[in-house]
Every structure is written in C-alpha cells, then in structure tokens.
Nanobody
C-alpha cells in the first residue's frame, strides 16, 4: 500500500523560505515520477515540481528559479525547497507519486498530469503553506 505523508508547511512572510518533506512508503515503480502539486481555495490545481527516477526535474512556470525539488532515495523522502515565497504561493501542497508513463493519460508528462483532477495515482493529505505579512 502506497503512503505519502507531507510535512513542513506553515506560515511565513513574503520573501521567506520553507522546506516541505514527503515520506513515501510502499511505492515500487522502477520508472516513476514524484512531485508536488498545490491547490488554493477557488483556484485550479497546479503542478509545482516533479523529479523522475533518472534524477531529471521539471517545474511549473510560476515557481521556476525559486523552488527546488530533490529526493533522498535511500530514505524514500521527497523535498521541496521553497525560497522567495510570495502570497500567491499560499495553498495546500500535496505530494504525488506515479508511474512515469500513464495508461490513463498517454503522452502527458507527470507535471501536466498533476494539474488534472484524477491525473495522479497516489497523493498525500497535504500540508498547508500560508505566505502573508
């Protein structure tokens, strides 16, 4: 059974930083992607960042240059370092894990699938990030 447990959310002032963590268990795909998506009240889901089993990464346009995704494969932990936070980054952040190639969404890369309701196979309960002065 796949379990993803996020932590590290909180309140921070604009310009501040947070690091989110996601502890993963039971995920055994050899060709996979793991990442983060977010959703704020009244807004659509947005893919934030993704990392693939080969170590390559991808980012949503709104966070490029500010957020960094990484993983500790030995510990099965995924991280999202968020710097230069803005009020518009406020949202519930979810960790996601999927097979790299989706039968349900052929040809759609993982980051784009994160923006689709039902586009991810596994996700956690989320951790809340609030950026406010």
């Amino acid at each position: 059974q796949v379990q993803l447990v996020e932590s590290g959310g909180g309140s921070v002032q604009p310009g501040g930083s947070l690091r989110l963590s996601c502890a993963a268990s039971g995920f055994t795909y050899s060709s996979y992607c793991m990442g983060w998506f977010r959703q704020a009240p009244g807004k659509e889901r947005e893919g934030v960042a993704v990392i693939y089993n080969d170590g390559s990464t991808g980012y949503g346009d709104t966070v490029k240059g500010r957020f960094t995704i990484s993983q500790d494969a030995a510990k099965n932990v995924l991280y999202l370092q968020m710097n230069s936070l803005k009020p518009e980054d406020s949202a519930m952040y979810y960790c996601a894990a999927d097979a790299k190639y989706s039968v349900s969404f052929p040809g759609v890369d993982c980051l784009d699938r994160y923006s689709i309701v039902g586009g991810t196979d596994y996700w956690g309960k989320g951790t809340l990030v609030t950026v406010s002065s």
